[in-house]
C-alpha cells in the first residue's frame, strides 16, 4: 500500500503501524512523520536516525552468497555490480571477502562493473553484459547487483540458449517486478 495520506488510511484501515521495504527518500520523510506522530513504524533496508530499522550488511550478505555458491562447487561467479556508489564498493568488497574465504581465485574477467563509466544507460549496460556472453567465458553463477543486471542477464541467456538455473545460477540483490 502507498502511504500518501495519513489520517486516512489510518483511521478508516485501523493499521498497526507500517512497514516500508526500500523506501525512496519521499517515502522516508512520509515515515519520520508518522513516527513522530506515534505510529508504529519500521524501515527495512534503510537505516535512519528516527525511525527504527531493520537492515543487513551488504558487504556480509555478497560474501555469504559467494560461500553458498562455493558449497555448490559454483567457483566461476560472475559479479555485476557499480562501484560508481557506496552500495556497489561495498558489494564488490564482499565478493572479494567471499572469494578470498573460500580460496577462489580473483578473476577480473567475471566482473562487469558499470562503475567506471560515465552516465551509463540501461541500452548500454544490456549491451555490455551481451559482449560477456559472446565472449562464452564460462561461469556457473553470478550474483547481480542491481535491477539492470537481472534484466540484461536475463535477456543475454536467453539470446545465448541459457537456461537458470540448468546452466548457471543467479542471485540478484535487488526487489525486483518482473
Known amino acids: 500500500m502507498c502511504i500518501r ?17 526500500c523506501p525512496d527518500e519521499a517515502t522516508i520523510k512520509i515515515a519520520e512523520k508518522l513516527y513522530t506522530e506515534g505510529a508504529a513504524v519500521n524501515l527495512v533496508l534503510r537505516k535512519n536516525q528516527t525511525v527504527p530499522t531493520i537492515s ?21 561467479i560472475l559479479f555485476i555490480t557499480g562501484t ?13 571477502d567471499g572469494l578470498a574465504r573460500n580460496n577462489i581465485p580473483f578473476n577480473e574477467e567475471l566482473i562487469i562493473d558499470f562503475g567506471k563509466f560515465m552516465s551509463v ?51 540478484t540483490l535487488s526487489l525486483i517486478h518482473i
Open 121 to 171: 544507460d540501461n541500452d548500454f549496460k544490456a549491451k555490455t553484459v551481451k559482449q560477456f556472453f559472446e565472449r562464452k567465458i564460462p561461469f556457473s553463477a553470478t550474483i547481480l547487483g542491481g535491477r539492470w543486471a537481472i534484466l540484461s542477464v536475463l535477456n543475454a541467456a536467453s539470446d545465448f540458449g541459457y537456461r537458470i538455473p540448468e546452466d548457471f545460477a543467479a542471485f
Open 5 to 21: 495520506d495519513r489520517p486516512q488510511v489510518w483511521e478508516e484501515n485501523k493499521l498497526d503501524g507500517y512497514i516500508f521495504v
Open 56 to 76: 543487513a550488511d551488504t558487504q556480509e550478505t555478497v560474501s555469504k552468497i559467494v560461500d553458498y555458491f562455493a558449497t555448490q562447487g559454483k567457483r566461476d
Open 84 to 96: 560508481d556508489n557506496q552500495e556497489g564498493r561495498t558489494r564488490l568488497q564482499g565478493y572479494l
